[in-house]
């Protein structure tokens, strides 16, 4: 499936965006619907910019054989621009920020905002998505004699201890760092959207849970969403959320 930007950016001239089509070699994203990969999805649709996306069944390493060879880890995501070849979801937002500062999803060095933005970027991989992996695998995709409910309750209960950062960053203004929308809430972003597919939304805080509700009202996000399900559909891939698949 290949999606065409749907417009300029930040107001740029149309010849400006299309002179950026033209010198920049497309955009693949490689995907499983609501993985991980979703970050990179959604940034693309907030820059509106054109790319390239391949479905596959998840997880890939055990449906997809064939994309070992394209990712020895057998993971999503995979997005490939060129001679760049990534596989760290919160990279990406961070990468697809820079190519368009126009945009305004990125923080500069310069701005006393920065370290922050770097810092939820990391943040929403590794402390907050993390444990939400391993409630999944031990609630539902581990076989039966594997299944771990205490590991998954108390992973379950990590996670929520660290999202108190969200809820405290949240009382200083409606987005996590530099005053605006940025990529840093993209990446934290899909951690809720796991959570929320995990049953863990009730137990957000009042201003986390108005958070996710903006975010989930962002045309882009809207856009990722349609964008994944028809290409599913599409590919002959299954549409259902990898979050929601049972063995």
Same mark, same amino acid.
């Given at each position: 499936?290949?999606?065409?930007?749907?417009?300029?950016?930040?107001?740029?001239?149309?010849?400006?965006?299309?002179?950026?089509?033209?010198?920049?070699?497309?955009? @693949?994203?490689?995907?499983?619907?609501?993985?991980?990969?979703?970050?990179?999805?959604?940034?693309?649709?907030?820059?509106?910019?054109?790319?390239?996306? @391949?479905?596959?069944?998840?997880?890939?390493?055990?449906?997809?054989?064939?994309?070992?060879?394209?990712?020895?880890?057998?993971?999503?995501?995979?997005?490939?621009?060129?001679?760049?070849?990534?596989?760290?979801?919160?990279?990406?937002?961070?990468?697809?920020?820079?190519?368009?500062?126009?945009?305004?999803?990125?923080?500069?060095?310069?701005?006393?905002?920065?370290?922050?933005?770097?810092?939820?970027?990391?943040?929403?991989?590794?402390?907050?998505?993390?444990?939400?992996?391993?409630?999944?695998?031990?609630?539902? /995709?581990?076989?039966?004699?594997?299944?771990?409910?205490?590991?998954?309750?108390?992973?379950?209960?990590?996670?929520?201890?660290?999202?108190?950062?969200?809820?405290?960053?949240?009382?200083?203004?409606?987005?996590?760092?530099?005053?605006?929308?940025?990529?840093?809430?993209?990446?934290?972003?899909? &951690?809720?959207?796991?959570?929320?597919?995990?049953?863990?939304?009730?137990? /957000?805080?009042?201003?986390?849970?108005?958070?996710?509700?903006?975010?989930?009202?962002?045309?882009?996000?809207?856009?990722?969403?349609?964008?994944?399900?028809?290409?599913?559909?599409?590919?002959?891939?299954? &549409?259902?959320?990898?979050?929601?698949?049972?063995?």
């Amino acid at each position: 499936m290949i999606r065409a930007a749907a417009g300029s950016f930040c107001a740029a001239p149309a010849n400006r965006l299309k002179a950026l089509e033209i010198s920049l070699p497309m955009i @693949h994203l490689h995907h499983c619907v609501s993985a991980r990969s979703f970050r990179p999805l959604w940034m693309l649709e907030e820059l509106r910019r054109p790319y390239q996306l @391949h479905m596959l069944p998840f997880p890939p390493r055990v449906h997809a054989r064939d994309f070992l060879g394209h990712n020895p880890l057998g993971t999503v995501p995979l997005l490939v621009h060129g001679e760049t070849r990534m596989t760290e979801s919160g990279a990406m937002c961070q990468y697809l920020a820079a190519l368009q500062p126009e945009a305004g999803l990125g923080v500069e060095a310069s701005d006393p905002a920065f370290g922050g933005y770097l810092n939820w970027l990391h943040m929403s991989d590794a402390t907050l998505t993390f444990p939400l992996t391993l409630v999944l695998r031990y609630t539902h /995709f581990e076989p039966p004699e594997r299944l771990q409910p205490q590991v998954a309750q108390d992973y379950g209960r990590w996670f929520l201890a660290r999202l108190r950062a969200v809820e405290a960053a949240l009382g200083h203004g409606e987005w996590l760092c530099a005053g605006r929308f940025t990529a840093a809430d993209v990446a934290v972003g899909y &951690a809720l959207l796991l959570a929320w597919h995990l049953g863990l939304e009730p137990q /957000f805080g009042p201003a986390t849970r108005a958070y996710w509700q903006r975010l989930r009202q962002r045309p882009a996000y809207q856009r990722a969403l349609a964008a994944q399900h028809q290409a599913a559909l599409d590919q002959g891939v299954p &549409a259902t959320p990898s979050p929601d698949l049972r063995p």
